[in-house]
């Protein structure tokens, strides 16, 4: 399919100016701009047709080669036009209808960082939790342009808002980053005092972080969008939540389990008892049988931590520790020697087990 005419395609003369093209261009573009079309095929073919059109156009060299080859002339050197929607196009299309150059415009703003300690309970589950954090944000003297209000930054002289100068020689073009904008494409001859023609100042802002199930220290949490402003309208950076979980005077974890050791009297040890045993999601009843030992390990079942990525429950692992009584009241000391000597002198598996290794070792 044959192209249209370029010139005839953004609307102006052959011999229209450059200044004159970049705003046939930036009309165009901020009307079939495909974010203020979405799904518009039409529209989106137009945008392209015109952003194709001004890549050649705005460039001296392709447009020379244009005027004089045609879009397909033999040795019209344009150098395809596959890469119309990026570089220098895209420059004077978001200065004219963004406010800025495309450089400018991606130029991301700083990530941020924020030490966040929770308690255990909160990272077993879940909690919601305010933060503040300074940031740079757009200047709202100059709504982020850094030019006084009531002005605008220029393109600039140097460049003519391109942010390259180029040089030739011989055969040879070398494009440079001009000097006299820093590469911006544009200058501002009177600044903001509020930022000093950064277009950006530094404020406060509050938002609720909230905390998923199951988090654990040294996980981040990443609030996209949620740094600092980029200068010149740029993108923003993103937050980045780091969790440290508090230790718990009562449980550790390791992993989606938790572990808690529970005392109890060596009676309830010997005989068995039913313990009420604390968790996160309120009491539960523990069985232990006649006859538990010190260190015994019991589990009971979904009351440790939820899986960060929704793998269920862990366990609450219990840990008895058998506590024997410190001091005797006269029917206690009796009551224990009768059970001594209805005991024998023999003992449990455990401590006939030790004394047998120790009589092995030593004779």
């Known amino acids: 399919m044959s192209k249209r005419d370029y010139?005839?395609?953004?609307?102006?003369?052959?011999?229209?100016?450059p200044e004159e093209i970049k705003r046939a261009y930036r009309r165009l573009a901020h009307k079939y701009h495909p974010d203020k079309n979405s799904g518009d095929k039409a529209s989106e073919e137009q945008f392209k047709e015109a952003t194709e059109a001004y890549e050649i156009l705005s460039n001296p060299e392709k447009r020379a080669a244009y005027d004089r080859f045609g879009v397909t002339g033999e040795g019209a050197g344009l150098g395809g036009f596959g890469d119309?929607?990026?570089?220098?196009?895209?420059?004077?299309?978001?200065?004219?209808?963004?406010?800025?150059?495309?450089?400018?415009?991606?130029?991301?703003?700083?990530d941020l960082r924020y030490n966040l300690e929770i308690s255990l309970e909160e990272?077993?589950?879940?909690?919601?939790?305010?933060?503040?954090?300074?940031?740079?944000?757009?200047?709202?003297?100059?709504?982020?342009?850094?030019?006084?209000?009531?002005?605008?930054?220029?393109?600039c002289r140097s460049c003519r808002g391109s942010g390259q100068v180029r040089y030739s020689q011989g055969f040879l073009t070398i494009s440079q980053t001009c000097s006299a904008c820093r590469g911006e494409g544009r200058v501002i001859e009177h600044r903001c005092r509020d930022c000093r023609g950064t277009g950006r100042s530094r404020s406060d802002r509050s938002l609720t972080v909230k905390i998923p199930a199951g988090v654990d220290t040294g996980m981040?949490?990443?609030?996209?969008?949620?740094?600092?402003?980029?200068?010149q309208w740029g993108d923003r950076g993103d937050l980045y939540?780091?969790?440290?979980?508090?230790?718990?005077?009562?449980?550790?974890?390791?992993?989606?389990?938790?572990?808690c050791e529970v005392p109890v009297r060596f009676v309830q040890a010997a005989l068995g008892a039913e313990l009420e045993i604390p968790s996160f999601f309120g009491m539960t009843k523990l069985k232990i049988p006649p006859g538990t030992q010190s260190g015994a390990e019991f589990r009971i079942r979904g009351k440790g931590v939820a899986g960060v990525r929704g793998h269920g429950l862990g366990d609450l692992a219990v840990r008895i520790v058998v506590e024997g009584p410190r001091r005797l009241t006269a029917q206690q000391?009796?009551?224990?020697?009768?059970?001594?000597?209805?005991?024998?002198?023999?003992?449990?598996?455990?401590?006939?087990?030790?004394f047998e290794k120790v009589k092995s070792l030593f004779g």
């Open 7 to 17: 010139y005839q395609v953004l609307g102006v003369d052959q011999e229209a100016p």
């Open 84 to 110: 119309a929607r990026a570089g220098s196009v895209f420059e004077d299309l978001f200065e004219g209808f963004f406010g800025g150059s495309a450089r400018r415009a991606t130029s991301r703003g700083a």
């Open 333 to 354: 000391r009796e009551l224990l020697e009768a059970y001594a000597a209805l005991e024998g002198g023999d003992g449990g598996p455990l401590v006939t087990s030790f």
């Open 123 to 155: 990272a077993v589950i879940g909690t919601a939790k305010e933060i503040t954090i300074p940031r740079l944000e757009p200047c709202g003297a100059c709504k982020g342009s850094g030019a006084k209000p009531g002005t605008s930054p220029i393109a």
């Open 241 to 259: 939540v780091v969790i440290t979980v508090k230790e718990h005077p009562l449980f550790s974890r390791k992993g989606d389990d938790l572990y």
């Open 220 to 231: 981040r949490l990443k609030l996209q969008g949620e740094g600092e402003a980029g200068p």
